[in-house]
Structures are given as structure tokens and as C-alpha cells.
């Protein structure tokens, strides 16, 4: 999409919906509505992607070769479930920028960063320590401190926290850069979110994973809110390991499968401790019922169940939606829809709200954060009776995300227009 100087004007919204190449995908979303029946303007996809349309036939499939076949679907259902999770594969891997082998659908978030700590946390007397980023989403701060003190070691000790400047809201890149250079030595692993849930900062990942690895430590990340928002390259970037969830920017659903990346240079590396469950043992031998496990090569050999096939069928409408809009175009409009989002509230400044997101484009995804220090969790619960949805995050952010899949210029147009007028009203 070639760059137009943002104009005010719901005109400008009106001419850039009309010249966006993927306008279309908009309407293969079902968009909540409001008391009295309007469609709301969603901007909640940082939190829960729509339904995908076809997400309902999709799961109505196999129900049906469920009914039909019962145990049998598991080899002859129209897309056997003994493999179901493998339809995924391809396109997960094109998603974050992995080879096929380097990621596997699995689990939820939370579990799956467990799973990757409990083999890729090994601290040593030298080495303990974990770096997280203040604010991280409290479940990575739970599992990271649980781990810390499954090892024996006291979060108090072990835990660095990478903070901004005082009267600042993002991470300085220098300031990580510092840390390691001073720290390094004793860094077991850097696990830091891809983007910041609650400032929307995308983190240098190349960067972070080059001068990590320099050091010694290990590298993680989440990427709950950069799957699907960010084009990532995780191969080339080589952290050791990463985990995200679909329920964002993957529209799988609420509670939808994860998923999981293992470098490639982990792939056979059987020394490492792991949790194991039948599913992750080696194919060939699954069904020979032997006591002794045998992991899989690459990212599959971390899985524990079954897939749960219900939950992976919506996953599978929408990645093929993401597929066939492309990240590098869904990534261009993204870049725009979120300027003009920035440029709009700019042009309504007031010392009620600012924006704590940082400016450049690289630094940043789909979501813009506004700091409302004289309002609460009410407000936004206003704002979504009157059919503007975002989200509250305490203690005074508003979290707001066109997302370029199913937003459109006239949605941020209208948000910001009825958002003003609700601060105004308030005043
Ligand atoms: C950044 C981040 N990490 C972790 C989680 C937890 O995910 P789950 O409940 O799927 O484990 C979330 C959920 O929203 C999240 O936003």
C-alpha cells in the first residue's frame, strides 16, 4: 500500500477503505453487535480475534465424522484427526518465519512456555538468573518465578527486571543492551515478551537473541501478541525457543490451541530434560505401547496429548484467511491503519490522554495504548455499551488494535470521533 499524508476528514477514511486490497477480508468476520443491534467497532484484536465464517463449518465437519464414524475418524474422517494438528503446520511456520520442523500447534500459552522452560532454564550456580521485562504479562511472571523456585533459587535473587526511565512507559534498547553487557554472565535465560501487552513496545528480537547468545544465555520469547500482528523471522533470528496463543491475532477462538517454536539446533538434542506425553514420542513406534520415551525430532517431540480437535477446526478457517491475505500485506496496512489511529487522536490532543505506544512503526504493532489517568474500567465499559470495543488494562490504559484483516480506516475514523466526544462529555 503506497503511503498517503493522513487528512482528518471521514472523507480520507472513505477513499482509503475503498483503495485497500484487502477491504474484502472484512466481511469473512462476524462482528459483535451491539444492544440495539449495530455492528460494534472492534478493535479488540489484541485480546480476541473475530470468528471466522467458516469457522462454524469447519467444527460442523467434525462433528459429523465424529457421529459418523466415531473411532474410526481418527484414520478416516475427510481430514484424519490422527494428524489434524499437521494441517497447521505449514502455515504456522510461514506465520512466524520457522521451518516446518522448528514449530508444532499445541497446548495453551502458559503450558507451553512451562514445557520450554523445563527444558531450556538449566541454571547453575554461575548462571540463574532470568530476565523479564516490569509489566510482563503476570502468567509469564508466575510460570518464570515458579520455575525459578522449582530450581531452588530465590525470585528476589534471580529475577531481573528490565524497567523503563523514570516518567517513561517503554524499555530503552540500550537499556537491554546495557543489562546484558553487565549481567550477562550470570543470564540463564532472556524471556521477554515479542511485544509488550500493555505498552504495545516491540522488542529488538534479532537484536536481543544476537547479544544474548554472545553472552551465553539462552533466548525466549512470547509472542501472544506478536503472532499474526508482526512479520517475524524466527529461524533467522534464531532464539532458542518461542510460544504464543491464537486467540489474538489468529482468530482461533477463546482458549484455542498455541503454538510453540524450537529451533532447529534443538531439534535432536535428546540430552535435554523435558516433560514427555505419548504424543511427542517417536511416530513410527506410538502405538507400540513401549514404557520407554523416545522424543520426536524438532518441535513436535515437546507435545504431551492428543490435539483437541475442536479447538484446532476454527484455527484452521482462520489461518487460511491469514495465509491468503499474506503478512507482508496484512503487515503494510497494519503500518497505516495504526498511523492514521495515532495521527487522528494527535489531532484531538488533550492533557486527559496520551499515547505511551512508541511512534516508529518498527517499533511497534497493531496497537495503540492510551494512558487516561482520571478514568477507569467504567469508561471503557461505557465506550463498549455504545458499541466501541477495546480493552481496560489497570491501572489507566486503554488498549485499542485495528487489526488490517477486518478493520477498516472508517472504523478507526469513527472510534476516535465517539471516543473524543465520550472524553469531552465526561470532561
Ligand atoms: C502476553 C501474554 N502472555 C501470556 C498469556 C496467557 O495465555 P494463556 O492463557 O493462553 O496461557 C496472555 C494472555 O492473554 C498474554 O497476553
Redesign the pocket.
Known amino acids: 500500500m503506497t503511503h498517503r499524508a493522513y487528512e482528518p476528514g471521514a472523507a480520507f477514511a472513505a477513499k482509503m477503505d475503498a483503495d485497500d486490497p484487502l477491504a474484502g477480508f472484512r466481511t469473512r468476520f462476524s462482528f459483535p453487535k451491539t444492544a440495539s443491534g449495530e455492528k460494534c467497532v472492534y478493535l479488540c484484536g ?2 480476541l480475534g473475530l470468528q471466522p465464517k467458516k469457522a462454524k463449518d469447519y467444527i460442523e465437519q467434525e462433528l459429523q465424522d465424529w457421529a459418523q464414524l466415531g473411532v474410526e475418524g481418527h484414520f478416516h474422517a475427510r481430514n484424519p484427526w490422527m494428524a489434524y494438528h499437521r494441517l497447521l503446520t505449514e502455515q504456522t511456520a510461514a506465520l512466524v518465519g520457522a521451518n516446518p520442523e522448528e514449530v508444532v500447534v499445541m497446548n ?6 512451562h514445557l520450554m522452560m523445563v527444558s531450556f532454564y538449566r541454571p547453575t550456580r554461575q548462571r540463574h538468573k532470568v530476565v523479564v521485562e516490569r509489566g ?5 511472571q508466575y510460570a518464570v518465578k515458579s520455575q525459578i523456585r522449582v530450581h531452588g533459587y530465590d525470585p528476589a535473587s534471580c529475577l531481573i527486571e528490565l524497567t523503563p526511565r523514570p516518567g517513561e512507559f517503554c524499555i530503552r534498547d540500550e537499556d537491554v543492551s546495557a543489562l546484558l553487557e553487565r549481567e550477562g554472565e550470570s543470564i540463564a535465560l532472556i524471556m521477554l ?1 515479542g ?3 500493555a505498552t504495545g513496545q516491540v522488542f529488538d528480537m534479532p537484536g536481543i537473541t544476537k547479544s544474548g547468545h554472545a553472552r551465553g544465555c539462552v533466548v525466549g520469547f ?1 509472542l ?2 506478536a503472532a499474526g500482528n508482526l512479520i517475524l523471522k524466527l529461524h533467522e533470528w534464531g532464539p532458542d525457543f518461542a ?1 504464543w ?1 491464537s ?2 491475532y489468529l482468530n482461533g477462538g477463546p ?1 484455542c490451541v ?1 503454538g510453540c517454536f524450537v529451533h532447529k539446533r534443538h531439534a535432536r538434542a535428546w540430552e535435554l530434560p523435558r516433560y514427555a506425553g505419548w504424543w511427542g514420542h517417536e511416530e513410527k513406534a506410538r502405538f507400540e505401547m513401549e514404557p520407554d520415551f523416545q522424543a520426536m525430532p524438532g518441535a513436535e517431540g515437546w507435545q504431551l496429548s492428543n490435539p483437541p480437535i475442536f479447538a484446532l477446526a476454527p484455527l484452521r478457517a482462520s489461518m487460511e484467511i491469514l495465509h491468503e491475505a499474506g503478512m507482508e500485506r496484512l503487515r503494510a496496512k497494519s503500518v497505516s491503519l495504526t498511523g492514521y489511529l495515532e495521527f487522528l487522536l494527535k489531532a484531538r490532543a488533550s492533557p486527559t490522554f496520551e499515547i505511551i505506544t512508541p511512534h516508529e512503526p518498527e517499533r511497534r504493532g497493531a496497537q495503540i495504548s492510551i494512558r487516561i489517568p482520571d478514568k477507569g474500567r467504567a469508561f471503557c465499559e461505557e465506550l463498549a455499551a455504545a458499541g466501541l470495543i477495546g480493552d481496560w488494562r489497570e491501572p489507566d490504559i486503554l488498549r485499542i488494535a485495528p487489526v488490517p484483516l477486518y478493520n477498516s480506516y472508517h472504523d478507526v475514523y469513527e472510534f476516535v470521533r465517539r471516543f473524543s466526544a465520550a472524553l469531552l462529555r465526561e470532561g
Not at 495453551?108 to 512456555?113: P, Y
Not at 510482563?136 to 509469564?140: E, L, Q, R
Request: hydrophobic residues 30%.
Open positions: 489484541h485480546s495453551s500459552l502458559t503450558v507451553n512456555l510482563a504479562f503476570p502468567s509469564d515478551g511485544v509488550n501487552y512470547d501472544a501478541h510460544v496463543c486467540y489474538k482458549g498455541g
